[in-house]
């Protein structure tokens, strides 16, 4: 019997092997009916329906399915419309996308905002969406980002091609303590603002420059960089969205756009959690002020700022009943519950009464009152303390290595 399981164990290695070796899949051996069937179709093109336009509708299934390598193995499908022209997407398994669809609503809404407010207009100023379609509550389809990569896959690769440890920050850290995660806060700084200064920073800046053909286009793509990352920080802040690694966070090879993904915590979840809760209203670490060049957070970005949280205040009924709906839809609200509950099946007493703390904490944002003295500050004022959180060396040390504040 013991000769028998080990038979088993070494076929399953070897399968599993195989399976995390696997860069696509066939559709006639994965799912041989949606091949075949699903042809010339009167469903449209998910995400491709607007109301008094022609229907784009799914003619077929490409046969041929991507596996993404990262730890869910997304599969990327592409259908072929009646219009002739492929559509990608990434079909997600053991992901709850139901939010995400949630936020792509609100962005659309503070697109809305922006494109009719004079100041954000003439900016060109708005979130980059892309389509979330829900296919239960662990499965969905989600938009295809063409020519993006995560900034966790632009500094990597980088540091590979200039020889440099794409964990440089993390071995600095454990050479000078190796339990540096149980250090008193004073001790943490100190480690902290040491690894800063024997590194540069200056990665994403690097990348920026070095993948632009010519000065003009570099000049544009950084604009875009700045102004991309500074609506979202601000709209990113009122809806309370955590979980800001390098991972969640692509940009756009082309346009130098920053797209966000993944938005499951939200309405400051993270930033309640017990263990490692976040301390930062948003990611704003040296790599990202420093691709900013010479006035990093003082120029545009601060400008920017300032406007998207002016329109977004002076629209906050419109805000505020857009995140009503979200945090009293039954399908949603029990994530708010699930990390201090424990489970998903809190009360609907409980989901309201988290629904209401919540809202009320939006509410103090859109109107600018201050955490800590209460006292309401002018937009100016609120942004410019938003930004000293998002930068203080003893808020950021304070964050799981994962989350790489060091970067």
């Known amino acids: 019997t013991q000769s028998t399981g080990n038979c088993y164990y070494q076929v399953y290695r070897r399968s599993q092997q195989a399976i995390s070796q696997m860069s696509s899949v066939r559709l006639e051996d994965s799912s041989p009916k949606l091949l075949t069937e699903a042809r010339d179709m009167k469903l449209a093109v998910p995400g491709t329906y607007y109301p008094g336009q022609p229907i784009i509708k799914i003619h077929m299934v490409d046969p041929h399915v991507g596996v993404i390598k990262s730890k869910q193995k997304p599969r990327k499908l592409s259908m072929i419309g009646s219009d002739g022209l492929t559509y990608t997407f990434l079909l997600k398994g053991n992901e709850d996308i139901r939010q995400d669809e949630r936020a792509m609503q609100l962005f659309g809404l503070v697109n809305s905002l922006l494109a009719h407010s004079q100041n954000t207009a003439e900016q060109n100023l708005s979130i980059q969406r892309y389509s979330v379609i829900p296919l239960s509550k662990n499965s969905g389809l ?13 500094i990597q690769d980088h540091r590979m091609k200039t020889c440099v440890d794409k964990s440089l920050e993390v071995k600095l850290t454990q050479k000078y303590c190796q339990c540096y995660e149980k250090l008193p806060l004073m001790m943490k700084i100190e480690v902290f603002e040491e690894v800063l200064n024997c590194t540069t920073g200056e990665d994403l800046a690097i990348i920026l420059y070095q993948k632009s053909p010519s000065a003009e286009i570099w000049f544009e793509r950084r604009k875009n960089y700045i102004l991309s990352h500074a609506v979202m920080c601000m709209v990113g802040y009122i809806l309370g969205l955590g979980d800001r690694h390098p ?15 993944d938005f499951g915590e939200s309405f400051d979840v993270a930033r309640d959690r017990e263990k490692y809760p976040e301390t930062v209203p948003f ?12 006035t990093g957070i003082h120029g545009t970005y601060t400008l920017t700022c300032n406007d998207v949280m002016e329109v977004l ?6 805000v505020l009943a857009v995140l009503e709906t979200f945090l009293y839809d039954p399908l949603l609200n029990w994530r708010l519950n699930s990390e201090k509950e424990g489970t998903d099946c809190a009360t609907s007493e409980v989901r309201n009464a988290r ?13 600018g009152i201050d955490d800590v003295t209460d006292e309401r500050l002018e937009v100016v004022d609120q942004v410019q303390s938003l930004i000293r959180q998002a930068t203080l060396s003893e808020n950021l040390c304070q964050l799981y290595t994962g989350w790489c504040p060091f970067w």
């Open 355 to 367: 629904a209401v703390e919540v809202l009320t904490k939006v509410r103090k944002k859109l109107y």
């Open 283 to 294: 990611r704003l670490t040296r790599m990202m002020t420093k691709a900013m060049e010479v």
């Open 313 to 318: 205040r002076n629209n906050a009924t419109s």
């Open 142 to 154: 989600s938009g295809w980002r063409p020519h993006s990569d995560t900034l966790h896959h632009l």
């Open 247 to 261: 991972s969640n966070i692509m940009m756009d090879r082309k346009t130098g756009n920053l797209i966000h993904c």
